[in-house]
């Protein structure tokens, strides 16, 4: 394996290493050879670091081993790929921050897809979201379409079920690393996807999840996919957020109305206000990309 990746995959483990760390390592030296040689002083002034901080990050580097790290992804069936390698997504490396790689337990060749629909909604879905979900999801996998999620409670967890129940393939995209599967009562779940679908972070798997990786993580999430559909969420939710995201990239969006007596209904009326297709059936979704 070629040293930049060795180097790359161990930054990946290095304690309290951020995304601009290693933008700037990588725009510094693209193959990172100059990494294990460099000082505290050194990381610090390409990183804006301080020396405290550089020499926790180096130390962490310098001592992990990287065939260590390489067997123990391998007893978990975890795979790496760098950002430069040919099975990184390319819709991925247009990111405004791409991840600079991806750490992959299933099926990798789904990356590659060209058919992958996200979906996003509440965490408190209720059985109206998972009715919805159950009626779309078996039409879109019949069509070879792969629904992408981020495996959290509620909506993304009934859109992973029910693609997983019609036979289809999904891809969970999840904070956190690996050995942190969060929420618990979704592990069961999680290592279902890892046989019968993907598992994807941009995180180690001894990062735990923090706060702001749920948000970070759904870039990749509207990033892999031709479109996103919103069931169920509220006015100002991280759903929301994820479409207008997707609608600034010129993704279609969709989203599937909800009875206006629930809250759960408002911040998906508002997105059909602001230009959102309107779902009431599968063809609404296929329909539109049988066009192009």
């Not at 879109?140 to 993304?156: E, F, H, T």
Request: net charge positive.
């Amino acid at each position: 394996m070629h040293h930049t990746t060795k180097h790359l995959l161990k930054l990946q483990y290095c304690p309290g290493i951020s995304w601009k760390d290693q933008y700037v390592l990588l725009k510094n030296d693209p193959y990172l050879s100059h990494l294990p040689r460099m000082t505290a002083a050194e990381f610090a002034a390409a990183t804006n670091r301080s020396i405290g901080q550089a020499e926790t990050i180096l130390s962490g580097f310098h001592s992990l081993s990287y065939h260590h790290l390489y067997s123990s992804l391998l007893e978990s069936s975890t795979t790496f790929i760098p950002i430069f390698d040919p099975q990184y997504p390319e819709p991925l490396k247009m990111l405004p921050q791409p991840p600079w790689g991806l750490f992959a337990m299933g099926e990798t060749a789904l990356m590659s897809s060209r058919n992958m629909l996200a979906v996003v909604g509440a965490r408190d879905g209720n059985e109206y979201g998972k009715q919805v979900l159950q009626m779309l999801v078996p039409a879109l996998v019949k069509r070879n379409i792969a629904i992408v999620s981020g495996l959290a409670k509620g909506i993304d967890a009934f859109s992973h079920e029910a693609a997983l129940r019609a036979g289809g393939k999904t891809i969970a995209v999840i904070a956190g690393g690996f050995s942190h599967f969060y929420p618990k009562e979704n592990k069961p779940l999680a290592h279902r996807i890892s046989r019968q679908g993907l598992i994807l972070s941009e995180y180690a798997p001894n990062r735990k999840p923090e706060k702001w990786q749920f948000p970070a993580r759904n870039r990749i999430i509207s990033g892999l996919s031709k479109g996103v559909l919103v069931v169920q969420a509220a006015k100002k939710s991280g759903s929301l957020i994820t479409a207008s995201f997707a609608l600034e990239q010129g993704i279609d969006v969709f989203a599937v109305p909800g009875p206006i007596t629930h809250p759960l209904s408002e911040g998906v009326h508002a997105l059909i206000a602001d230009g959102a297709k309107i779902v009431h059936g599968a063809d609404d979704i296929l329909s539109e990309w049988r066009q192009e």
